[in-house]
């Protein structure tokens, strides 16, 4: 007998805002249907079938039951409540901004940038290319360099990249690479931890001492966290004489005005974008840029977008020069970076764009006067500042007592010695704010007026020879977009480029494109979240260490793990961070010469290029006819390098989509042998609430939380990857050398600029695992893990699937084998990924982790209705390649071919042998919601052949 609203008991109808029927697509009806589909008389039955008995947990998650939405809100704020937002002088890379609400509303805000990939697929993703390639052009300008990538993960490991690839470019024949004493702490630990790792001797000294020193590369920074400005156009100029590249961390608002590193003679410059309206999120995330010469462009590590022209000779954005990456070139890639920081430097850019010059000229002119008045009020009372030219920094000769009133008074500033602080100046300062300093730090009420009267005259506090002299963001794109509706509706044509969550299943394997809900969203902008500095007094920071805490109980749970580290802002991160810590393990006990990391043919390009970056040999373990580890040869290898075994990097499930039934044994084959295991969590969410990485055997691995864990994947980045340890590793996890981690295991030194990592995105993952619980996250895995069966067994008897377990399942994802079609008729998965478009989708996981395949994860949050659309596209694709092989289509000239189909192959002539309507709208349903491509199928190789990676003129994209 059903009830009613009138019946039902209580707790029945407070499930009415329950998340859990909101993030898993099927409903239960769904749900049975689909099993039917399969064949398994039980979703129970379907994983018993699926995961190895051996490894599956023998007790539910010990997490808390699930919170409905506003419950979870409620209290998350209140914990949010705990934090002190103060203003914050403490700079040290770290600043004040606003964000322009028409920024944060329309892109930080909109699931229509932020749930977008990686853009490998080009032709549905020119808006945030187009993005990117503003933002490499502001780089470009205001370091006064030839050539930008599209992003690093914070200023910290873009200087610890700098240092590698001065490496691979100097032809110095030196071991030892300087670092400048100015530099930021956080940089230099960084920078410290990579170069123990090469075994790279580090200089320090005073930027004017460099050239003294036989080196193959420096690093210097300008403004130095001593707040002066130098010109370094000789110390570079001696230092290259030498054979030394040179690299320059900079500060992109003081480079609106201040002589470019380019104009130095610097050979790369790099620094932080955060000021550039993104908030200090305690710590992150935040894009950092990296700049360089034409010259090193092959060398420069991260993504690069370049300009090529499509099939109809129109110009189009991609991802230029991937040979250089390392999901190509493994352990000789330039860097394992995979994540970047996309999302925060289109915000950076876009904020350029809003702004334009003129504009940042007034927003980086009126915080200097700030600063300079400061800086004339000391001197007028007596308290000369540490240094008399500067941008925005003042170092003033005051204690502790000064410190404490200023916190009083609702101001954190630097502590840089007993008797020294600094305050550094943003556009969140007012006047009022320099009086009320002045009043603290002197004693004294001074007239702010008068100060800038006296300042102005000066004409402030650089230089003629520090400041710059050339034009800067002269593209029609940063001159054009200055009120709102000119920079909403640009934005909005862009969005309108890209494919993205809100429009349809984005079924990338290896990827987990699944829901990122509104309310796991929205706490990332509340001021208490957003405006603290990494390095405020931890005392202020209460809320989030609550949170982190919380969070970091709920993974230990969830992977069985006894310790875990945020510090990782990057899956790759997450596996060096790993790696970072076997190594010190082994070194503790003597055994430096363990260094061989074992590595299956399957595995992801991060894992042999981060054992590449922890100066470890990669040996390859083959794999066997079923997809799997190779047993006996990892057997093998493991006897044949006994002595010298580092560790063992493997994937769970495996790349190939199956749970391995010999996953236990190959953990304890590398540990008989004095390995350790290192699981990569790219499949983890196959394995919540069924097992862990713990109970399979593995002593550490990062957790992807911009995939499990619903953090979004912002066309590229942030993402986050903390690492969980054993008890035994935990000892050797990251710690910082600016704000310490306290508690049981103190870790080592950094490896991201903030103790915490990208801080201010680890609220979205506490929501989803608050608002799922145990039981639902453990629903959410089987429901994955159910969608990809059912999308392996629609399709099976049109394209081969490549790979099962034991008994016939697939885990969360699924490889189709595209090579025997193109053996026969010439179509490739490229072909099939670019007419996917057509049908209104992005492509799955190309020619990984096999060539000439398609890998295939729909996730736990898509429904029945979204899954039969993709399998019947796919379906439909395959009857058109039916009709290539049968002869009916030329081999060279049909829709698969010319795909994708833009507008204006629709209203051009027409001379195909297959008709308007086949091109655009394959199947009845695709008009109802058509995604149009605005470029055909773009020519990657003239886009390598003919690299530019600039704004183009406005004309070109007309065309």
């Given at each position: 007998?059903?009830?009613?609203p009138?019946?039902?008991p ?8 329950a ?21 398994a ?5 379907l994983?018993?079938?699926t ?8 007790a ?10 506003h ?5 998350l704020?209140?914990?949010a ?5 103060k ?6 890379g ?5 964000t322009?609400?028409v ?12 749930t977008?990939?990686?853009p490998y ?15 490499q ?17 914070d200023?910290a ?24 004493a100015n ?20 200089v ?23 707040g ?25 608002m ?32 935040h ?12 060398s420069v ?24 990456e ?11 970076i995979?994540?970047s920081?996309v ?23 009126r ?28 170092l ?11 916190a ?30 002045l ?6 009420a ?6 800038d ?10 230089p ?8 800067i ?7 054009t ?5 000119e ?13 993205a ?30 405006n ?5 007094p ?37 596996e ?7 190594r ?32 470890m ?8 006819d079923?997809?799997n580890?190779d ?21 769970y ?15 304890d084959?590398v540990?008989?042998?004095?390995g ?25 691995s ?12 912002g066309?590229?980045?942030p993402?986050?990857?903390?690492i ?14 600016v ?5 049981p ?5 950094a ?43 629609r399709?099976k ?7 099962s377990?034991e008994?016939?399942?697939?885990a969360h ?27 209104g989708?992005h492509?799955p ?24 659309r993709?399998i ?57 919601n ?11 190789v003239?886009?390598?052949?003919n ?5 183009v003129?406005?004309?070109?994209y007309?065309?």
């Amino acid at each position: 007998m059903s009830t009613t609203p009138f019946s039902a008991p209580l707790s029945a109808l407070d499930q009415h805002d329950a998340f859990i029927q909101r993030h898993i697509g099927p409903s239960q009806d769904e749900v049975q249907a689909m099993l039917a589909a399969v064949g398994a008389p039980s979703l129970d039955a379907l994983i018993g079938e699926t995961v190895p008995p051996s490894i599956r947990l023998d007790a539910p998650l010990p997490l808390a039951g699930a919170k409905a939405e506003h419950v979870a809100l409620a209290e998350l704020k209140a914990i949010a409540a705990k934090n002190v937002v103060k203003k914050s002088l403490i700079g040290m890379g770290y600043y004040g901004t606003l964000t322009p609400n028409v920024i944060l509303r329309n892109v930080l805000e909109n699931p229509g940038w932020y749930t977008a990939y990686t853009p490998y697929q080009a032709e549905i993703a020119q808006g945030r290319l187009e993005a990117l390639l503003n933002y490499q052009q502001m780089v470009i300008d205001l370091t006064g360099m030839e050539l930008a990538n599209a992003s690093l993960l914070d200023e910290a490991t873009a200087a610890a990249e700098a240092m590698a690839m001065a490496r691979r470019v100097s032809r110095s024949k030196s071991n030892a690479f300087f670092v400048d004493a100015n530099t930021w702490p956080q940089t230099i630990d960084v920078v410290r931890t990579r170069a123990a790792l090469f075994g790279f001797e580090l200089v320090f000294g005073d930027a004017a001492d460099a050239p003294a020193h036989d080196v193959f590369g420096a690093l210097l920074q300008n403004p130095g966290q001593n707040g002066e400005v130098v010109d370094l156009t000789d110390t570079i100029a001696a230092l290259k004489a030498k054979d030394a590249v040179v690299a320059v961390a900079c500060d992109l608002m003081a480079q609106v005005l201040v002589k470019s590193p380019g104009a130095m003679g610097a050979d790369i410059a790099l620094g932080s974008a955060q000021r550039f309206g993104v908030p200090m999120g305690f710590g992150g995330p935040h894009a950092a840029f990296f700049a360089t010469r034409d010259a090193h462009k092959r060398s420069v590590p991260g993504r690069i977008i370049g300009v090529s022209v499509d099939a109809r000779g129109k110009t189009a954005l991609r991802m230029a020069l991937q040979t250089r990456e390392q999901h190509i070139r493994r352990e000789k890639a330039n860097s394992n970076i995979c994540t970047s920081q996309v999302l925060l430097a289109n915000m950076a850019g876009f904020y350029a764009v809003y702004h334009g010059p003129e504009g940042l000229r007034t927003i980086a002119g009126r915080i200097h006067r700030l600063a300079a008045i400061f800086a004339e009020g000391l001197s007028q009372a007596g308290m000369a500042p540490v240094s008399d030219v500067f941008f925005d920094t003042v170092l003033v000769r005051a204690g502790a007592d000064v410190l404490a009133a200023a916190a009083a008074a609702g101001y954190n500033l630097r502590r840089v010695a007993d008797d020294t602080l600094g305050l550094a100046f943003d556009e969140t300062h007012t006047a009022a704010d320099v009086a009320a300093l002045l009043q603290l730090v002197t004693g004294q009420a001074m007239d702010i007026h008068a100060l800038d009267t006296v300042v102005a005259a000066r004409n402030g506090a650089l230089p003629d020879a520090l400041r710059r002299n050339d034009a800067i963001l002269s593209h029609p794109v940063f001159n054009t977009h200055h009120t709102e509706h000119e920079m909403l509706r640009y934005l909005k044509r862009l969005q309108n480029k890209d494919l993205a969550l809100d429009h349809s299943m984005i079924s990338l394997g290896s990827c987990t494109m699944k829901l990122n809900a509104t309310a796991e969203m929205i706490p990332v902008t509340w001021p208490e979240f957003a405006n603290i500095h990494p390095f405020a007094p931890i005392d202020q920071a209460q809320g989030y260490l609550e949170m982190i805490g919380s969070l970091d109980a709920y993974l230990r749970a969830i992977t069985g793990f006894a310790a875990i580290s945020m510090q990782p802002n990057s899956g790759a991160q997450g596996e060096y961070a790993g790696l970072l810590a076997i190594r010190r393990y082994h070194d503790s006990r003597g055994d430096r010469h363990r260094t061989i990391c074992l590595i299956p043919k399957s595995a992801h390009g991060t894992n042999p290029a981060t054992a590449q970056m922890c100066n470890m040999k990669v040996v390859a373990v083959d794999c066997d006819d079923n997809g799997n580890v190779d047993v006996a040869d990892l057997k093998a290898k493991a006897e044949q390098h006994s002595a010298n075994l580092a560790c063992l990097m493997i994937t769970y499930p495996s790349t190939h989509g199956v749970f391995e039934a010999a996953i236990r044994e190959i953990c304890d084959t590398v540990h008989a042998h004095g390995g350790q295991v290192y699981m990569d969590g790219a499949n983890m969410n196959a394995q919540v609430g069924l097992t862990s990485p713990a109970s399979i055997g593995a002593d550490v691995s990062h957790m992807n939380l911009h995939k499990t864990f619903c953090i979004p994947h912002g066309g590229g980045g942030p993402g986050m990857g903390p690492i969980g340890l054993a008890a035994h590793l935990a000892p050797f996890m990251a710690n910082h050398v600016v704000q310490p981690i306290d508690g049981p295991h103190a870790g080592q030194g950094a490896v991201s600029a903030a103790p915490y990592g990208s801080a201010s995105i680890l609220p979205i993952s506490w929501m989803y695992i608050a608002m799922m619980g145990g039981e639902g996250l453990k629903r959410a895995t089987e429901i994955a893990i159910l969608n990809a069966n059912y999308i392996a067994n629609r399709l099976k008897g049109h394209y081969p699937v490549l790979y099962s377990g034991e008994n016939g399942r697939v885990a969360h994802e699924c490889i189709i084998d595209i090579r025997p079609i193109k053996a026969a008729c010439g179509v490739s998965e490229v072909d099939i990924a670019k007419r996917l478009m057509d049908y209104g989708f992005h492509a799955p996981t190309m020619s990984f982790p096999v060539a000439g395949t398609i890998m295939i994860e729909p996730t736990e949050s898509e429904s029945q209705a979204e899954l039969d659309r993709f399998i019947d596209a796919m379906i439909s694709i395959r009857a058109e390649i039916a009709k290539i092989e049968a002869g009916e289509w030329d081999g060279d000239n049909n829709p698969l071919k010319h795909a994708p189909h833009s507008q204006a192959d629709l209203i051009g002539e027409w001379d195909r042998p297959y008709t308007r309507q086949v091109a655009a709208f394959p199947l009845p349903w695709v008009g109802e919601n058509k995604f149009w491509p605005s470029v055909n199928r773009i020519d990657d190789v003239y886009g390598d052949r003919n690299l530019f990676c600039a704004c183009v003129p406005i004309e070109a994209y007309e065309g």
